[in-house]
């Protein structure tokens, strides 16, 4: 038994509809569906989600909220309209949403969650619609009535244990079950909405509680890549990526998915399918515990720009206890968050996002580390990008590090820090960011290029 | 103005006198000398200091001391007889000596450190009296007169920062000074040592107080060698070495000099020359502030055996925070002591030396990370090695990496670990320990071989 989950792009317009159906109804195992709401048609297009947002925050401000309502049911209207649902489903979906509006706006963030997730939840029900008015054995399913209880935490809301027992009764019900995303419900009945791409977490919590075989996780892109395509066109398709790959590659800006998205998943051993909508027959990529299939040391190259490095050197630091310490401690006075510590003997870097201080915040930690630590030197270096090689294999191959250091070399980059080892999946180089596109296409080149023969 | 200091083998017998008076009188600028006690000269020998320290204890201990009495004394006596020096000297210093251990006994570690001491006094005496006996205008010159003060800590006194000031004034002093090493005296006129290698600590002190133009460090060896003789033969000497290069070097493996003896020097900018009493026309070593010349990237290659590295790995890790800290608090509480904490984005590994744990301590603390941190897995790699690439042109140069992993792949050598970038001076490899050698020697033979043309 598989749990299917469609994003916003999946559910967009009736054509997207009509994908959905037939990949529905192609695979028997496909029978509990979670949906988004809908999502862009166009660039310049507005999420449902989005529109939900402004009317009720325009509600709770006592503006008009007429238009934003008109425009939240046109989107409904015209997937309906295009596959000839009765029109009195609509006129339904528009009383729900008015009295929805008219609640108590006391609790704000209550009332804002309880709208935002509106957008998920009459999708669903149009999709269910939908399936019967084909003759399918389909139904809606509210996640209150499928007791899926949730913290008390207004947008960030995370499951209750509990939840995943009575989830798993869900299996004998006949018929395929349309459930929406996004959200729960809290042990007061309240509705509370998960964090970003929580209709992902509603898929991954299903999953877990249902025990299924499979969460297939239908996107807009064929698979995920081995490396960023704004950086090398047409790159190679990732067919299997373990789940420590995954979150190493989404560190440096692969956003595969949203961090905490695939934990129940994850948690249950369940394997993730990331397949396209819009070319179902393509594989696309699983996330899996264990990858068999091999192929070479690296699976993927991810970088990211933006990072500083805070170098601080003192003649003998590693004997004294406590450095370390006290120079996290400064950073922390500004609220500021590190990535990395790697250390020397008598010297300690401190990579971080650069975008966390200002000229004149930078300026204060630098004198201060240098006045309050009596360091000898305290140097900054801007604008670095860290990459990041991905792969399960490379602990045990002799060479990786080799092949990488020497495509740099031959590419001119000079290689500003290594950090191999710490993680068993990963080796990061730190360049400037100005070498970034140079050296991330020398790695690909080197474990990725088809030589001819 | 020069301060040259003499260890123990250079002043271990009379023909190592001879040498060390040619040595001081060939350059009028060599006008303070820091004398160790008596060395080794052969294997199996005893040094003067370790018969005092068994002779002091003795008597703290109410046992028979005359054969060590004896010992000590017969040392001096055969210096002074194959030297031609007056029998009544050395009756002097037995009377001293005695007196020297019928002193009170109440505060041991005192008692220990006076004793200890009167080596390198003993010793400064002689010498003194032999440039004289050679019509050198020199004396002996006792660190109370020199004004060198020193915290109240038996067996690790630091130097009072007044001290300095008063050294100074030795400059308007006629004739060569001899000081004996290895201690100073305390504001309430008590004897009180220095750590290990007690007497270099006494020159860098010299030569910061006295502001000298260079410190001259008298030893039994020709130069620094770039690499571990006992791995490769008659390697390359190095001509100069930075005070952060050598730090990185003495961390593993390389005992140049015991680690806080320089700092003096250091914080007054001298230089140091590391000479051979044996052969003193050897250009030998010279630590110093900055390099000019330069042999390439690496100027030294050190590695150290016995470390082990606890890999522990949470999904999500690095989202939670004070993760690291917890760690490091649970190895705390077993006193353990840790090099590098190399991160990754869901693992941590604590590189630590493993001499710190036995079996039980070692399987209880990777038992709590588990447990009490929630970790995914947790476990541990025995017998590392971490071998260090030294050397100030490291930085700038692209492709010493490249250099250094592909001779390591070539040789078959797994690299468990890379630390570049952390140091400006550095860069850390960590191989198992049966591969220490075999990775010395590759990387060695790829930075300094010479190859003929």
């Known amino acids: 038994m598989k749990v299917v989950k469609f994003g916003g792009s999946s559910l967009a317009t009736a054509a997207q509809f009509e994908k959905v159906l037939n990949i529905v109804v192609s695979d028997p195992a496909r029978k509990f569906v979670v949906v988004s709401a809908p999502g862009k048609r166009f660039v310049q297009d507005i999420k449902?989600?989005?529109?939900?947002?402004?009317?009720?925050?325009?509600?709770?401000?006592?503006?008009?909220?007429?238009?934003?309502?008109e425009a939240v049911l046109e989107r409904y209207r015209n997937i309906a309209d295009e596959l000839k649902l009765p029109i009195e489903f609509i006129q339904e979906l528009h009383k729900d949403l008015l009295e929805l509006l008219n609640r108590d706006i006391t609790n704000k963030n209550r009332f804002l969650d309880a709208v935002k997730a509106s957008g998920e939840d009459m999708n669903?029900?149009?999709?269910?619609?939908?399936?019967?008015?084909?003759?399918?054995?389909?139904?809606?399913?509210?996640?209150?009535?499928?007791?899926?209880?949730?913290?008390?935490?207004?947008?960030?809301?995370?499951?209750l244990p509990e939840s995943y027992e009575r989830l798993y009764t869900l299996r004998k019900i006949p018929g395929i079950i349309i459930f929406p995303g996004f959200f729960g419900y809290t042990k007061n009945g309240e509705v509370?909405?998960?964090?970003?791409?929580?209709?992902?977490?509603?898929?991954?919590?299903?999953?877990?509680?249902?025990k299924a075989d499979l969460y297939e996780n239908f996107t807009d892109v064929d698979a995920v890549y081995s490396v960023n395509p704004m950086i090398v066109h047409h790159p190679v398709e990732i067919r299997e990526l373990t789940y420590r790959e995954m979150r190493e590659l989404s560190y440096a800006g692969f956003s595969v998915f949203h961090d905490e998205a695939l934990i129940p998943a994850f948690r249950a051993g369940i394997t993730v399918n990331v397949k396209n909508t819009n070319n179902p027959t393509a594989p696309g990529t699983k996330i899996v515990h264990k990858r068999d299939n091999t192929n070479g040391p690296v699976v993927g190259i991810a970088s990211d720009k933006g990072f500083c490095s805070i170098y601080v050197s003192k003649y003998l630091m590693n004997r004294e206890v406590g450095f370390g310490r006290k120079l996290l401690a400064i950073l922390e006075e500004y609220g500021i968050s590190y990535e990395h510590t790697p250390s020397g003997i008598d010297d300690i870097s401190v990579i971080l996002r650069q975008n966390q201080m200002?000229?004149?915040?930078?300026?204060?930690?630098?004198?201060?580390?240098?006045?309050?630590?009596?360091?000898?030197?305290?140097?900054?270096?801007?604008?670095?990008?860290?990459?990041?090689?991905?792969?399960?294999?490379?602990?045990?191959?002799?060479?990786?590090?080799?092949?990488?250091?020497?495509?740099?070399?031959?590419?001119?980059?000079?290689?500003?820090?290594?950090?191999?080892?710490?993680?068993?999946?990963?080796m990061m180089f730190g360049v400037k960011q100005a070498s970034e596109r140079k050296a991330v296409?020398?790695?690909?080149?080197?474990?990725?290029?088809?030589?001819?023969?």
Chains 1, 2 share one sequence.
């Open 192 to 210: 509370a909405t998960f964090s970003r791409s929580g209709s992902d977490i509603t898929g991954a919590i299903l999953a877990n509680g249902l």
């Open 124 to 159: 669903a029900k149009l999709v269910a619609k939908f399936f019967q008015s084909r003759g399918i054995d389909a139904s809606y399913f509210s996640p209150k009535d499928a007791g899926l209880l949730v913290s008390d935490e207004s947008g960030n809301a995370q499951v």
């Open 441 to 453: 296409k020398a790695i690909y080149e080197e474990f990725f290029a088809v030589v001819p023969v």
């Open 48 to 69: 449902v989600t989005d529109l939900l947002i402004e009317c009720a925050e325009k509600t709770i401000n006592g503006e008009n909220n007429h238009e934003l309502i």
């Open 358 to 426: 200002d000229q004149y915040t930078e300026q204060d930690i630098l004198e201060r580390i240098k006045t309050e630590l009596l360091a000898d030197e305290v140097k900054i270096e801007h604008d670095l990008a860290l990459i990041m090689l991905v792969g399960e294999e490379m602990k045990q191959n002799v060479g990786t590090a080799a092949r990488a250091t020497k495509a740099l070399a031959n590419a001119g980059v000079n290689i500003e820090m290594i950090n191999q080892g710490s993680s068993e999946v990963s």
